[in-house]
């Protein structure tokens, strides 16, 4: 892909020629990953967009937007789940995005009103999560909506293991999309550094939030 060559990554098909992965070591703020092809998740139906970009962030930032129908539906599943008598299975196999609705609080108070409309905001902290989206990213967000992510579109953003995620459903992959998405994700990183930056230099962390991060950061866990 002549796209990616530009960006100075390398371009491969899958082993089944269903999707692709470009690898790019020296992107800025951090190293990007893309691959397209089947999706790895339920509730992202046929096949989906994955971005991995490495930061390095503090273990101490853990925070999520996704777009509010898939925050609904997944508040529904998950809490449907926890009623169950096989909590213990829960919480070993559904992923973060699920686990983290039922463990950490949320973040209503984004200044723009589009922003409160479309997404869903959850963080280890509202108070981490309110730095991370009154930013750039809460415009970028915004600006989003109106074409890249329209309404209902399943989207996930997330912040977890030092490292900052996307995922959303992608049934063909258009470059103007993969190329807004990377935008997206540049913009979410760079405002994730900040707040990762804030929180290394304080070493404040309240004391009400260390049980559910030890539970939401097990080893192994899929990205």
Request: with cysteine.
């Given at each position: ?39 790895q998740r339920s509730y992202l139906p046929g096949t989906e967009l994955r971005l991995r970009c490495e930061l ?68 280890v902290t509202r108070e981490l999560a309110h730095a991370w989206m009154e930013s750039e990213l809460g415009a ?84």
């Amino acid at each position: 892909m002549d796209w990616a060559e530009a960006r100075g990554a390398e371009f491969a098909q899958t082993r089944e020629g269903q999707g692709f992965v470009i690898e790019q070591p020296q992107a800025v703020p951090g190293p990007l990953r893309i691959e397209w092809g089947e999706s790895q998740r339920s509730y992202l139906p046929g096949t989906e967009l994955r971005l991995r970009c490495e930061l390095g962030l503090h273990p101490d930032v853990q925070l999520m937007v996704l777009c509010s129908d898939l925050m609904e539906e997944l508040e529904s599943k998950v809490f449907e789940a926890y009623t169950d008598t096989l909590k213990t299975r829960v919480d070993t196999d559904t992923p973060e995005e699920m686990r983290w609705l039922v463990m950490f609080p949320k973040f209503e108070g984004a200044s723009l009103q589009i922003v409160r409309q479309r997404y869903g905001v959850v963080g280890v902290t509202r108070e981490l999560a309110h730095a991370w989206m009154e930013s750039e990213l809460g415009a970028a967000l915004a600006q989003a909506s109106q074409d890249l992510l329209p309404p209902g579109h399943p989207f996930v953003l997330m912040c977890m293991r030092g490292n900052l995620y996307l995922r959303t459903a992608m049934s063909e992959a258009e470059l103007p999309r993969v190329e807004g998405l990377v935008r997206l994700v540049e913009c979410a990183a760079r405002e994730a550094q900040r707040v990762s930056n804030r929180v290394a230099e304080t070493g404040a962390w309240p004391t009400t939030t260390s049980v559910a991060w030890t539970h939401s950061s097990r080893p192994g866990d899929a990205g």
